[in-house]
């Protein structure tokens, strides 16, 4: 088994910036990818970055927030980081952090999370 426990979410204006944590504890080994999901009022929980350590570090980000969110591990920390700028309203949601391991299919890689967090809430006020 593996535990996430997030941290940094809050109230921010749009323009702002955020950073969240996500400490993993438990069966480290086990997992070989970290990521971050949100879920916004009424919509789909979706992917926003992603991290791997399956022999290569590869990051993985939604076209929404490529260039203004980074995706970030401290190995001696277990800990995962996402950092976000230029906030802008569309960006509120609750904060997932997901981790599990990698599934090969072919030439593509997908994300099999089996573990998750409680979410932290991001409110980004225009």
């Known amino acids: 088994q593996v535990q996430l426990v997030e941290s940094g979410g809050g109230l921010v204006q749009a323009g702002g910036s955020l950073r969240l944590s996500c400490a993993a504890s438990?069966?480290?080994?086990?997992?070989?990818?970290m990521g971050w999901y949100r879920q916004a009022p009424g919509k789909q929980r979706e992917l926003v970055a992603a991290i791997t350590s399956d022999g290569s570090t590869n990051t993985n980000y939604a076209d929404s927030v490529k260039g203004r969110f980074t995706i970030s591990r401290d190995n001696a920390k277990n800990t995962v980081y996402l950092q976000m700028i230029s906030l802008e309203p569309e960006d509120t949601a609750v904060y997932y952090c997901?981790?599990?391991?990698?599934?090969?299919?072919?030439?593509?890689?997908?994300?099999?999370?089996?573990?998750w967090g409680k979410g932290t809430l991001v409110t980004v006020s225009s």
């Open positions: 997901a981790a599990g391991r990698t599934i090969r299919i072919g030439v593509r890689v997908e994300y099999g999370m089996n573990y």
């Open positions: 438990g069966s480290i080994l086990s997992i070989n990818v």
